[in-house]
């Protein structure tokens, strides 16, 4: 942690063995046909394959991509996980080729199939085939199916990138990859590929079986301690810096904080806030100013397990409201002039090219009004009235250029449109990258990459520590910035000139000592959802807040996740979602911060 505490060793694999003879042919021929096509052919090193990965890779001199047999990675991940060798890449492969010819010498095809398909990393900590057969099927990987066996064989390519619980089209287009190439070397017949294209993975995961509310989780203190951040550390070893930490031994030092991760795992146990009901989830973020240090989060409720769906991480939610404070608010600031005294005409107002007619909460408009007041009450039509009108001085490709630049992801930027004014069609953002965002506005507009490691050192090993140096940008100048922060410090605090409003959610946060800022937000159902369902009108599927200090940047969220679960009691009705049900959950995540840093040393000042 950031004080320098072991919170957890790593190394013991949740790994299960079976023999070859236990597998099923569909399984055997998908990791054949993807991984090693000349598998019970070769002498356990393919020359054509390697001498085709060879060439590609010439002008570096790098043998990083593609060219080893299943054989050449049995002995990678038996004999080389700790790298006690040359450090020279061509080396070792020089070496995992001499053993592989050594080891098909010894043992059978089968035998190494066995031990590969038994080790191999299938993301989530899931290592071996039948343990990822139970964490994405729910069943013995005797009885995986053509698509099921697919989707395995394609998700070891990249295990996080895959993961169907991370990224749903990117596994279901790398399952077909990997059908095609078992058609291609003839394993399935013409019918059967054509069949198995139409199979959506969803249909098969376990985790989108469940039929009644009574078959979720309990949400009774099921949270590991400290699990949902170290989770992220994982993620961040393996995207960042390409380690996979139960192959090369580390140690990993982060800027988690005890005592805010302690409030954290709180959360998620329902020790802070009583919820609605037990499909309701939540999600929080915190991350230090102007390091983009991670210091806690809150992954979901009943977060019990290692690699799970991180709800501060993995989920992108509509952010609601809180894009005015991300988004059109800081670019109106940045770029058209716009000052605190600036007044906006609420009106009847349509998108553009629709009849859709854009509508307050309160399903009414309010005439020409300042910002201070259209900002912390969050009026919708001077939102899109800001996003109308930066595009017509600036253009879309400065709004995606921001949108990039403060940590959205490359799908979102590309989909950028009026609705984003309001947070929703298409505007989907993890609570992580909320607080990150956040976190420039009281960065005094610098967005730093949000991370959780600062230090890792190689055991057993030469290589020299890595020491994390993440990327920063200048997102808004300081002026854009500093106004976008004070609109959110007087819709916590009020302001100082007639026509300004405080919101009455936010006022409950206030502290008397130090500054806070912030804004909030709500996600409606819309009236086809509501009809389907039976909601009544109003009826809200998501909470959130992004807040902060000088120091800390937050975000929260709680709502229901409608992929996983919905049925006729899955939302939060008008006056619930406006009873202030999150106050003490917001409450409690500032005052862990208090109690572990003390008064926010950072200040905020007017720029010249």
Known sequence: DDSGNQIMILGKENRISFAYNKFPQVLVDAFIAVEDSRFFEHPGFDLPRFAKAFLENIKSLSFAQGGSTITMQVIKNTYFAVDTIAESTIN??????YYALQISNMI??????????NKVNFGANARGVQVASKYYFNKDCTDLSLVESAML??????PNAYNPYYDIEACQERTADVLYLMHYHGYITDLEYELALKVRVENLLYGNTLTSSSQLTEYVDGTIDNQAYIDIVLAELEEMYGIDPYVTPVRVYTGMNQTVQATCDALSRGEIITFKDNNINTAAAIIQNYTGLIVGVCGGRNYNGQRIYNYAYDNRISPGSTSKALFTYPLAFEHCGMSTSYTINDEPTLYSGTNILLYNDTRTWYGETSVQKTFPLSYNVPSLKLYQLINETVGETIMRKYLKNIGHDQSVVDFMNEQFAIGCFGY???PVQMAAAQS??????????????????????????IIANVPSVRALSEGAAWLTSYLEYIGVNGGTEDDYAYNVRLTYIRRSNYAVYGKTGLNAYDSAVRRKWGYPVGAEQDMLYVFGTNDYSFSFWMGYDTGRYQDETTYMSYYYAHDLRDVPAINALINAVYTAYGVPKNTNNRPS
Do not use: C, D
Request: glycine share 4%.
């Open 92 to 97: 070792r492969k020089v070496q995992e080729i």
């Open 440 to 465: 420039m506005i009281l960065s005094k507009g610098v967005y730093t990459t949000p991370h959780t490691i600062t230090r890792i050192e190689f055991i057993n090993s030469s290589r020299e520590p």
């Open 108 to 117: 059978s095809k089968e035998r190494v199939f066995e031990m590969y398909i």
């Open 153 to 158: 064989a394609g998700i070891i390519k990249a």
């Open 428 to 430: 989907l953002v993890s």
